[in-house]
């Protein structure tokens, strides 16, 4: 498949799997197929961190939203789906360097979770979104 058609592709899936999940609550098989088609093993770990629930939606009053997930490893990733950037050392390497996945697992389970509605939900101030975004908070929030 061209390079330039896979992101179109992923996109559509990710509202498919937003229609199916409102409809009935579960991901059909040839949903998870196609996810597993799409984004490889990828996939799987992404839907790991959803079963466990391993992705809060942090907002604030001014409307700003961000997602963090909880690693494997214990480390907090702060990820922004509406630009698909995360911080962590495989989306570094696999997509922006080789450029062979288009998302990494903590972006794909927060886009999942977002299609999903399946989040846990934070609130905070203006003032922490800010630190937030800046770097400057990292688990103590």
Known sequence: MPSSILPLVAKQLLTDIEKSYK????????????????????????????????????SSPSGRRVFRVLGGSGQLYTCFTSCHYCPCPAFSMLVLKRNT????????????????????????????????????AHTDL
């Open 101 to 136: 996945s288009l998302l990494c697992k903590h972006i794909l389970a927060a886009c999942l979770c977002q299609a999903m509605g399946l989040s846990q939900q934070e609130q905070v101030s203006d003032q922490d979104m800010t630190r937030i975004l800046s770097g400057q």
């Open 23 to 58: 409809e009935r609550s579960q991901l059909p098989d040839d949903l998870l197929i196609a996810l597993r088609s799409v984004f490889g093993s990828c996939a799987l770990q992404a839907l790991d961190l959803v079963d466990q629930r391993s992705v809060t939606c942090v």
